[in-house]
């Protein structure tokens, strides 16, 4: 029998008929379900409008993972379309906003950061998407292509393209409800996420690269997360593709 951590993971976070193991309850309590940075600046983003009316079936046959990017900056309408059609608000039921994509328990745990080095209308910097008014939220300015480069164990194409998507959980929107089981759960949803943009990406013309092979904790000091009660899962490279 496998003993590697993952191993025990996966074995320790089953659902068994019958039998709720300790630890896969959650505490009942209800967290906000929207990071928000009152203090910060705040970049209104244009209305998302989609690009072109495509099929489908062309996106699909049409994506992979692009790694070599132009210079030329990516429009801001884009990231707006990018970040809307990624984790964006879809529809009102009730007093409830559901979102383009799902979320085990609609909690959405995953929370969106850009990294732009080369929009068109928006200065380099740090920024973390604001989902509700649709809005892009000042964490800090300059040029970080460098870093999230290098926090991503080098891979150039993180300072080639215009934006890097980040992607953080707070793990306790998820664990409120599922517990232990919830660290299954982020995962999955930041994949629906990303899929949304990489999908996305496409119709707009544009190349996209999902990245996993990272330095977390770089990241998250780049994002200025804690690591712990929020922590980096996933990134995304997306911007005009070479060749
Ligand atoms: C979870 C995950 C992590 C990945 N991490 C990286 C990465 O760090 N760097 C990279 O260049 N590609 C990464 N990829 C892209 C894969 O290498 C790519 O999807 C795979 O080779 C199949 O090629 P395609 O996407 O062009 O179809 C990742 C893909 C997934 C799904």
């Keep these: 029998m496998a003993e590697g951590i993952g191993d025990r993971f996966q074995q320790g976070t089953k659902y068994y008929p019958f039998k709720m193991d300790e630890g896969m309850a959650g505490t009942g309590s209800s967290p906000d379900l929207y990071k928000v940075y009152p203090d910060s600046n705040r970049i209104r983003l244009p209305v998302p409008r989609p690009g072109q009316e495509i099929f489908l079936d062309h996106v699909l046959k049409k994506r992979r993972s692009m790694r070599e990017f132009t210079g030329t900056p990516l429009k801001l309408n884009m990231l707006s379309y990018l970040l809307w059609a990624s984790a964006g608000i879809q529809r009102v039921e009730g007093k409830f906003h559901f979102r383009t994509v799902p979320s085990a328990g609609a909690l959405y745990p995953v929370e969106t950061y850009v990294v732009a080095h080369n929009v068109e209308g928006l200065e380099k910097g740090v920024y973390h998407y604001g989902i509700r008014e649709h809005v892009l939220e000042e964490i800090r300015l300059g040029d970080h292509s460098c870093s999230i480069a290098d926090a991503a164990l080098g891979q150039q194409a993180c300072a080639q393209a215009p934006v890097v998507f980040i992607w953080t959980a707070v793990f306790e929107r998820c664990k409120s409800k599922y517990g232990q089981r919830a660290f299954r759960y982020v995962y999955l949803d ?44 996933y990134m995304t490279v997306a911007g005009w593709p070479k060749g």
């Design 190 to 233: 930041a994949g629906h996420i990303a899929q949304n943009l990489i999908l996305s990406a496409v119709s707009l013309g544009l190349g996209s690269c999902p990245i996993a092979a990272l330095y977390d904790d770089e990241v998250n000091e780049i994002i200025d997360v804690d690591g712990e009660e929020e922590s980096v899962i």
